[in-house]
């Protein structure tokens, strides 16, 4: 049986679970339509108007046109490669994302078949009663049925984000919050008929917009293009000047444009995103909006919660305290105004004596009592609720009016400060002060409990204290230790007493010995924001202030991960870089406002989302790397080679076929290269540095210089040897090239297949590099000749210089991010983990 307070008392009971069977087959899932997906033909066309494909479709038509059908070949091959490998990235980026939403779908209380039970929103259907509390999205429109000091913010309809009350009969409409109150409602309109199927089309699509990293990309890109640009025309006029002709400079310079861009750079991000958000869900950490996936590496305060998050959130209560004197009757008085004072339900039934519902530390009090003799269901039947003030994290504490057997009493219950400061003065009033101090000193979470007869001129009276326990999760400790290793700060923010704060973060590393505490009101006159630095326990904070605490981090440069799970956590979850809020203990507000859901409600999760992270970061700029160093090498041997008394030392269509293997395939596997737990020590760079920062423009010259090095030499022993000489640097640079790729691998840890993408894409290029060589058809298409053993022994060798100097360099530096955690060092953000 449920308790009425907690099925509701209203008029309908609610559908049985056939009916509502029956009605969602005939009426369909309460869900918003989604937009239709576009087709392969309008995925190909877009694909055909990015600004490089659009140019080597010039360059087909014009080497066409002149009768070099070879080259077209190749650049047909080009274009249909890289067209297919977008598509194909897209749509996987797309379907990691949908069951992405699938997984994030939001859910809603019901009463069927009498008893209130959690589904997914999808199953609501008409006529179903809906359960309302403070931190729900309203799932469906509704009819409210009953309603106790309920307010509802219809930012989301309406754009005015002030509560208004609601009360009975009112709709509530789909998609707005309820900030405040509890309630009932009868679902009137469903899916694409309600408030927020209505206004669908202004969210839909909001997913794949661009993220940060992706825009600053495509402007690297731009740059790329245009200095690109300057040297194609460079190389046109040295080969005209050179007494080439025109036509033959336009090829080769258009292909040398394309070789030096990474073209599949948009499609190595897009999915190194995505599949980067699939993983972690895979893994419980749920990402509701795709540039988190690349702030998340960069976090360098954690700031959690306490209840639930580092704590069980498994409450008991240890310690009634009723004055010196032990009297049932007073201990009694107290039971009694537990029990009144609650909104949690309990009934007998399982294995360990009581079953409960409801908020946890409420529940705690109805087993304490029950255990006590004062058990929910005997109590209830001789009192009624007549009036109440439910509780608040802003007001801190609970107030309820009920009439009994003794008349009409009010009960408050609530932070010891708050109730105190109610009842006046006395010795019993300093002694329980002096009580609630000392629990709280010991870690247990204080309550203080007051009640009064409601006749004229009754003052409210102390009753009692309620000491509970809510023990550190077993992995807190650990996490928090994690989180240091990984130049992560942890502090707690809690609504807690600061003394029952800091015995908790004691106990799981979160205080230092030198650490200090500060409430509300010291964050109230902005103390907080000059050291920030030196806090490490918030405690006694109401929810808004949490967004002055995360501003206070950012003011000093840092990326602020911000747990929470309450209604009025939302603005600070949205403040925060990353907000986080818990899948299972959260409510549907915060975790609609946060950036990261836990499904598995453990904070350690985070850890991994922000290994995740730093991986797929770490991977977009070992691609940009392997990417760029081979398009300037390309470059340089183009430019150089001249010097060396080799005119043309690449024809257009070897470049261009270089350009297809390296960049391809090996540069898209790059995107799901495994972590190096190397870049666990210490935070990505902020997004907003330039992702080529921290020494990546000087690997990149210094590899492509390498692969050129090397490109030259094979040319000149070419020349010596009498072999033919645009092959030899044909199969040094792609070779060469692939070599790099190798060497800029991540550490392998298992030998699982899976892991091994870039060691077969690495492969098959490998042969198909040597097969154009080999192989008569390629040979006739690229313009190579037969090429001798001595000269592939020779080029070999060569072409395995700079990836074997590249892996001697990497092995031989402490972390990849040498130069970084160097730079990062002097970051103000950074000085406190050193
Ligand atoms: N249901 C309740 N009824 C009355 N008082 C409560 C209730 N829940 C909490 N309190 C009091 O209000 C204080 C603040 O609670 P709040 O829920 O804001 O934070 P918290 O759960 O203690 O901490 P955290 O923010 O880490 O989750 C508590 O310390 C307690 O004294």
Redesign the pocket.
Known sequence: MTSDLVAGAGAHRGLTTAEAAARLAADGANVVPAAPRRGVGARLSAQLRDPMILLLCVAFVVVLLLGDVSDAVIIALVVVLNSAIGVIQEVRAENAISALDRMAAPRARVRRDGNVHEIAAADLVVNDVVRLEAGDVVPADLVLDEAVDLEVDEAAMTGESVPVPRTVGDVAMSGTTVTRGRGFGVVVRTGADSGLGRIAALIASTRMRPTPLQRRLARLSRELVAVTAALCLVVLVLSVLRGGSWVDGLILSVSLGVAAIPESLPAVVSVALAMGAYRMARRSALVRWLPAVETLGSVSVLAS?????VTEGRMTVERLWTGESDDAAATERLLRDMVL?N?AGLHPGSATGWSTIG?P??AALLVAAAERGVAQPELRAHWTRTDETP?D?GR???RTVDRGPQGLVEVV????EVVLARVGSGDHVDRAHQRATELAEQGF???AVADRTVTPGAELELVGLVGITDPPRADAADVVAACREAGIRTVL?????PA?ARAIAARIGVARADGEVVDGDAVARGEHADRVESIDVYA????EQKVDIVDAWRARGHVVAMTG??VNDAPALRRADIGVAMGDRGTEVARQAADLVLADDNLGTVVVAVGEGRRIYTNIRTFLRYGLAGGLAEVLVILMAPFLGVLVPLLPGQILWINMLTHGVPGVAFGSEPLDRRVMRTPSPSPERSVLGGGLVRQILYGGALIATVSLAAALAAQNQGWHVQTAVFLTLGLAQLGLALALRAPRTGSALRQRWLEAAVGVAAVLQGLAVAWAPLRDLLGTQPFPAAGVAAVVVLAAVPGVATAIGRRTTRSIHTEEEESCAHHPRNRAHS
């Open positions: 919660d306490k209840t639930g998050t004072c909104d908020d530390m409420e509780f994290s801190q504490y609970m219950k609530g932070a010891p979470r204080v309550l923010v809690t609504g807690d007493h029952t006694r904070i109401r929810p799970d309450g």
